[in-house]
């Protein structure tokens, strides 16, 4: 059970905070209590914490229009008494790097997040391993091993999240679970292979080769759709998820990380997520008509054909 423990570690929600997870519970113990974030809901995920001896946050980069809210949560962390380390391998704001005085912060360029705490904590420890290896297939979008879009399926909610993070800590890699997930992503296989085809795609200024989904309402692995349309020549794939979140998927002749900043979102410089903040007329709009593209989404495919 989570229960009350002194130990948490705060996780992002995607395959790699879920191996993040696994790996500290076989480093620091099973009675870890796991909770789950991203960088937009790291603040709130910290406030909902009252005390700890240790705190771990990893895979969950720091979103540079929090910080001064994010320092005040670790000071008072660290008031009572609690340990923080901070583990990340996206890109921060050079200066968001002084929460260092705070917390053990390691930032390093890796696969994974998840491959860092296994690096740093239990080389020795095979298991962690082989989820670290998960971890770098999963999040650096090679998903060569077999099983790793069925992970993805898995790390929807937050209940499937915490039953991967148990399996993998003990070593379970395949079960009914997975099986159900595999069947899964060979039926989203066939309507990504669809959107493939029929997408929306346009050429930049320089000639980048750009495409535009709209994935809201729809549950699809979202970086494998990316992945297909690179493979069909797209530079970049822009893929709405939500009225207020997307995500740019590159395939590195851009660094797309600033872009990203200025729609209030970050990430790695070939994969990072931006946030739109809807005006009146779109919150309106997107409830008349939920294909309605909101004014800042519209900015950004501007940003994209001037690239
Ligand atoms: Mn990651």
Known sequence: MQGNSRKIFVV?????????????????????????????????????IKGCDMLGIVDVALNHSDYEMIEKEIQRLKGSGCEVIWIDHHEWVEGDKKI??????????????????????????????????????????????????????GTRNNRERLELINMFSKGVFYNEKVETWKRQVEEENK?????????????????????????????????????KLQQKGVDITFILYTHTSGVLYGDGKVNLLNLALKYNGGGHPSACGVNFKLSFFDRVLTIVNKKHIPAEAKKLLKDLKRL
């Not at 790996?23 to 910290?46: C, E, H, S, V, W």
């Not at 420890?125 to 650096?140: L, R, Y």
């Not at 309507?191 to 050429?203: C, E």
């Open 12 to 48: 992002h929600t995607d395959l790699d905070g879920v191996c993040s997870g696994a790996i500290a519970k076989r480093a620091f113990g099973n009675d870890l209590k796991i909770m789950f974030a991203g960088p937009r809901t790291l603040y709130n995920t910290l406030r909902k």
């Open 100 to 153: 260092s005085q705070y917390v053990k912060l390691i930032l390093e360029k890796s696969p994974s997040a998840a491959s860092i705490l296994y690096r740093t904590f239990l080389q020795n420890d095979e298991i962690a391993k082989k989820i670290a290896e998960i971890a770098d297939d999963g999040d650096s979008n090679r998903n060569e091993l077999e099983l790793t879009l069925a992970y993805k399926i």
């Open 191 to 227: 309507i990504i292979d669809d959107l493939v085809n029929n997408a929306n795609i346009f050429n930049s200024t320089s000639g980048l080769k750009i495409a535009i989904i709209d994935l809201r309402g729809k549950r699809l692995i979202g970086s494998l759709l990316a992945k």
